[in-house]
């Protein structure tokens, strides 16, 4: 079953104070979208807006943030009100290829885990080309695939904060239960696995060149001197990676 985000909008929110989300899913974004100078920047799937807040505070000129939920849209201009930065949020659909665009740079964290199919997969491709003027850069990020490679040993990562519940054998389509603790509750998000050449198959029929895989990396904590092998498993068993490409 999809996650509807519109039912859990602000437990999600509360999901992004967790230490990996700033440590290694921001800080490795951030290092891989580069230089944002005066750049124009589209957060597809934006959610709440944590990450095109900081897409505008790092110099991109232009920044709009757009999502399928209303009420992710509402929790984000209620903070751009809170705190205005000059980010227009929208309430639209990442599938959407009805006009085209002409951004610089399209940034989509967790969306493409949202294809239950090769042809879903396709579509969510075509519309964020269809974002992205020619020669502009796409940069995302999924759940692992290689989960299913540590299926023997399932890497648990339950001290971080989330967890992963897959089924016995990897299909494409099969649903990942992802599992958030907070401090007073839980949420679960289900996502869908789809194998590395899918994605790279319909990134390069969407028009993408140049596609290329990424791991996580860590961001250094200067307020902690020695945090021993805290982050070891995280960083060996990698949750997420993240893709980048060239509109042709």
């Known amino acids: 079953m999809t996650t509807d985000y519109n039912q859990i909008a602000n437990q999600y929110k509360k999901a992004k ?102 042809e879903e997969l396709r579509v969510m491709c075509r519309g964020l080309a269809n974002r992205i003027k020619p020669g502009g850069r796409f940069v995302t990020l999924i759940t692992n695939p290689a989960l299913y490679t540590w299926q023997s040993h399932p890497p648990n990562y339950r001290k971080y904060g989330i967890e992963a519940q897959l089924p016995e054998s990897a299909y494409e389509g099969a649903p990942v239960a992802l599992t958030v603790h907070l401090e007073d509750q839980s949420i679960v998000i289900e996502n869908y696995y789809m194998p590395i050449d899918a994605h790279e198959s319909a990134l390069r029929d969407a028009g993408f060149r140049d596609v290329a895989f990424h791991n996580m990396t860590l961001a250094p904590d200067p307020q902690v001197d020695d945090e021993g092998d805290y982050w070891d498993h995280w960083l060996k068993y990698p949750f997420f990676i993240m893709i980048d490409g060239i509109k042709a």
């Not at 920044?63 to 000059?86: C, F, H, N, T, Y």
């Open 17 to 118: 104070e967790q230490p990996w989300r700033i440590r290694t899913e921001l800080y490795s974004m951030m290092n891989l979208i580069g230089d944002l100078t005066g750049k124009s920047v589209i957060d597809v799937a934006c959610g709440e807006g944590w990450l095109t807040r900081e897409l505008r505070k790092a110099g991109a000129g232009e920044v709009v943030g757009v999502d399928i939920s209303e009420e992710m849209i509402k929790l984000a201009r209620w903070q751009e009100a809170r705190e205005p930065l000059g980010i227009e949020y929208r309430v639209e659909d990442a599938r959407a290829t009805e006009s085209a665009q002409q951004f610089d740079i399209s940034v989509s964290n967790w969306l493409l885990v949202y294809a239950h199919d090769r």
